[in-house]
């Protein structure tokens, strides 16, 4: 149990435009639900923490009218990167919290802005 | 400012051997130490540890918190070349305000030779 998924795993989009990413806990109800993004061979970073229902709360540094995110339901959130830019361009994973501090990650989403 | 450190930042073994991973940390309000195993894509979940000195077991790994020096460490017995990724530790902090701190160390690069 406790499996995450995400989608699209890889998007390839063009400068200016705007992608979303789907975060989907399949098997339990993620009251909260965290963004990451991760740089080659660096660890995680936290971008934000959504709960369902409510505005997310971002981290330091990260432009919450740039990353936009929704947690709609118990099951759902999705985050959207609008005006993407080269620099945009990481993995970037989701986890849902199962119980409080313990959280599933979803598979990750590769990013790349041309 | 929230703290977690690993060590070894790397750690090159033969297969057999068996390793200890440590992770320290400096935070407010520590509410669970959270162990991730990370291979080519998202972390996967080991470990949630809230209490000191209660080993949390699962096969050929092990864990222990000591909450009052601050530390954890994953031990793996009899590696195997599967066990090779980078071991995340991070550290779950209660903020008060409805969502929780989370702070990821850099990650200990475990490489298992046959």
């Known amino acids: 149990g406790a499996v995450v998924s995400q989608h699209p795993s890889w998007v390839i989009c063009k400068s200016g435009t705007s992608v979303k990413i789907e975060c989907r806990s399949l098997?339990?109800?993620?009251?909260?639900m965290f963004w990451y993004r991760q740089f080659p061979k660096q660890s995680l970073m936290l971008m934000a923490t959504?709960?369902?229902?409510?505005?997310?709360?971002?981290e330091q540094g990260v432009e919450k009218d740039k990353f936009l995110i929704n947690h709609a339901s118990l099951t759902l959130s999705t985050l959207t990167v609008t005006s993407a830019h080269p620099e945009d361009s990481s993995f970037y994973i989701c986890s849902g919290e199962r119980t409080v501090g313990e959280q599933y990650f979803g598979p990750g989403t590769r990013l790349t802005v041309t | 400012e929230d703290k977690v450190v690993q060590s070894p930042l790397s750690l090159v073994v033969h297969e057999g051997d068996t390793v200890t991973l440590n992770c320290s940390y400096e935070?407010?309000?520590?509410?669970?130490l959270l162990w991730y195993k990370q291979e080519k894509k998202a972390p996967t979940f080991l470990f949630m540890l809230?209490?000191?000195?209660i080993e949390k077991k699962s096969g050929r790994l092990s864990s222990i918190l000591d909450k009052k020096e601050l530390f954890s460490i994953l031990n793996i017995t009899a590696t195997q070349t599967g066990d090779s990724a980078v071991y995340l530790c991070?550290?779950?902090?209660?903020?008060?305000?409805?969502?929780?701190?989370?702070?990821f160390g850099k990650g200990t690069h475990l490489i298992i030779q046959p």
């Open positions: 935070v407010t309000n520590f509410r669970s």
């Open positions: 098997d339990f109800q993620a009251t909260t």
């Open positions: 991070a550290v779950v902090t209660y903020s008060g305000g409805g969502a929780d701190g989370l702070t």
């Open positions: 959504s709960n369902e229902g409510s505005k997310a709360t971002y």
């Open positions: 809230t209490s000191s000195g």
